[in-house]
């Protein structure tokens, strides 16, 4: 049986920063209720002409060159998005993979918000243990600016761009393998967290409400509580299945949405300060970008080694959560 291994990562933040000082100038806030309330102070925000699938490639050439794969041995591309470059269609996949130069390869996006980075690694899991593919390329990628009301201060202060991707790939030695993936979903809290215009349960029949739903609207208060007793339930239920005591674990990777919520859940698990990853304070909430962002922050600033457990742990729209057991396993050249 072939098992998936989490090859390299890359990550890629735009130029332009947008601080909580600038903020104060669009809106009724201040730095200090910003960083007291969610612990960011900045978030990287796209260009107006560079879209999702631009930033999507430019982690996706880091994660390949790292991988020590040639891009012609990659056999599946998958982007987790809630920013796609269009709605509907084509995919930002198809359009990463025709930027990469990477053949007829299978190309497809999936929408699971905050967790989709979580969702994409398990079908790419999924796919490689199958037996049907060998290499997938797996990207996180979101420019949320796009669908961000920057007249609502609940929201707009939150978000930023970015994107983050790996290589998956096929290997006959278990202790490289991933080793357990969790996700699921709760579609009775849809209306927590959710983009109202767009699709076929569009309502409005005015222009002016239609351009407003389509941006993210978030009753930031429930989905607080909601995710601090996901995110812990999550671990607790990963670890338990694995036999894994959190002290095994060298980094824990949850989605970056607001530092009260990381520190609540570390706390729950008992874990120390140094095992717990955090770059929300300048990145903001990338989405389906943050946890494969925060996974290239440790590894760019040297503190992730080859053989070291990653737990990883995502919430987000839908609602979606999911729970990742995940060894660093770089090709040894
Ligand atoms: N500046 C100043 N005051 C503000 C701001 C702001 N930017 N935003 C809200 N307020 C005010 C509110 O109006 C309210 O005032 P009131 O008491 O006079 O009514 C007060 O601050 C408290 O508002 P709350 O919404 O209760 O504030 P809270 O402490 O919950 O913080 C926040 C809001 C930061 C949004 C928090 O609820 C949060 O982080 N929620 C979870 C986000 C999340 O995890 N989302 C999931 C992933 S995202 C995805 O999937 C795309």
Redesign the pocket.
């Given at each position: 049986m072939a098992y998936a291994a989490f090859r390299s990562i890359g990550a890629y933040a735009p130029r332009k920063i947008l601080t909580n000082e600038d903020?104060s100038k669009m809106?009724?806030?201040?730095d200090e209720?910003?960083t007291k309330?969610?612990g960011i102070k900045e978030r990287h925000i796209a260009e107006k002409n560079e879209t999702t699938s631009d930033m999507g490639v430019e982690a996706a050439k880091k994660a390949i060159e790292r991988s020590g794969i040639d891009k012609s041995e990659i056999d599946m591309v998958i982007c987790a998005t809630?920013s796609p470059d269009y709605f509907c269609m084509p995919s930002t996949a198809t359009i990463i993979a025709n930027k990469l130069s990477l053949g007829h390869v299978t190309a497809f996006d999936i929408s699971a918000?905050?967790?989709g980075f979580v969702y994409i690694l398990s079908i790419a899991k999924a796919f490689i243990e199958s037996g049907m593919k060998k290499n997938v390329l797996i990207i996180g990628a979101e420019k949320?600016s796009a669908i961000t009301d920057y007249t609502d201060?609940?929201?707009?202060?939150?978000?930023g761009d970015g994107a983050g991707a790996a290589i998956i790939s096929a290997t006959d030695n278990r202790d490289e393998a991933i080793i357990d993936i969790h996700t699921g979903s709760d579609g009775t809290y849809a209306d927590?967290?959710m983009t109202p215009n767009g699709g076929s349960g569009s309502i409005h029949d005015s222009i002016d409400q239609e351009s407003k739903a389509c941006f993210?609207q978030?009753k930031?208060?429930e989905?607080?509580k909601v995710?601090v007793r996901t995110l812990t339930k999550d671990v607790v239920e990963i670890l338990d299945t694995n036999s894994i005591e959190s002290s095994q674990i060298t980094h824990f990777i949850p989605?970056q949405?607001?530092l009260?919520?990381i520190k609540a859940v570390g706390e729950a698990l008992k874990l120390n300060d140094n095992q717990v990853v955090i770059t929300v304070e300048k990145y903001g909430?990338t989405?389906g970008a943050s946890i494969p962002m925060a996974i290239n922050e440790i590894y760019e600033n040297g503190s992730l080694k080859a053989g070291e457990l990653m737990l990883l742990d995502a919430?987000?729209?839908?609602l979606?959560w999911g729970s990742a057991l995940v060894p660093f396993s770089p090709t040894l050249k």
């Open positions: 903020l809106v009724d806030t201040t209720w910003i309330r969610t809630i918000a905050c967790t949320l201060r609940g929201t707009c202060i939150l978000f927590l967290l993210m978030m930031g208060n989905t607080f995710a989605h949405a607001n009260r919520i909430n989405s919430f987000g729209g839908g979606t």
